[in-house]
Structure formats: structure tokens, C-alpha cells
């Protein structure tokens, strides 16, 4: 759970830098975006694998 404005770069990155299977599952376009992002990190604290990182679920994922 990030923000990111050049999300094609970033991925990309990740990709080179990790050796698991990296895929975009859901991308928004918000306004308030860091507000967004560290409502979603305080929800899902409990699910938190490092950083950024998240242990979701489908279900977690259609909340997002």
C-alpha cells in the first residue's frame, strides 16, 4: 500500500530488487492519496509484512 506517481517505474524496480512475482492488483487516482494511504496502513497494521508491505487477503484487497 503506496503512492506513487510513476507507477510503471516503480514496479519495475521492485522487480529488479525482488525475487518474488511482483504484480499491480489495484491502482487510484486520489486527491487525498497520502491521507489514503495512512488510513489504509493503520487499518491493515495488523497485516503488516515490512514497510509498505501488506499480507492481504481478496477480501482486504476489495476494501482498498
Same mark, same amino acid.
Given at each position: %500500500? +503506496? @503512492? *506513487? $506517481?510513476? %507507477? #510503471?517505474?516503480? @514496479? !519495475?524496480? %521492485?522487480?529488479?530488487? !525482488?525475487?518474488? *512475482?511482483? !504484480? @499491480?492488483?489495484? /491502482?487510484?487516482?486520489?486527491? !487525498? ?5 495512512? $488510513?489504509?496502513? #493503520?487499518?491493515? *497494521? &495488523?497485516?503488516? @509484512? &515490512? +514497510? =509498505?508491505?501488506?499480507? /492481504?487477503?481478496?477480501?482486504?484487497? =476489495?476494501? %482498498?
Amino acid at each position: %500500500i +503506496g @503512492v *506513487e $506517481s510513476n %507507477i #510503471k517505474q516503480r @514496479v !519495475n524496480t %521492485i522487480r529488479k530488487l !525482488n525475487p518474488r *512475482e511482483i !504484480n @499491480v492488483i489495484k /491502482l487510484k487516482k486520489l486527491d !487525498n492519496a497520502y491521507k489514503y494511504k495512512k $488510513s489504509m496502513h #493503520k487499518k491493515f *497494521e &495488523h497485516k503488516r @509484512v &515490512h +514497510g =509498505e508491505w501488506f499480507n /492481504l487477503d481478496p477480501q482486504d484487497v =476489495e476494501t %482498498i
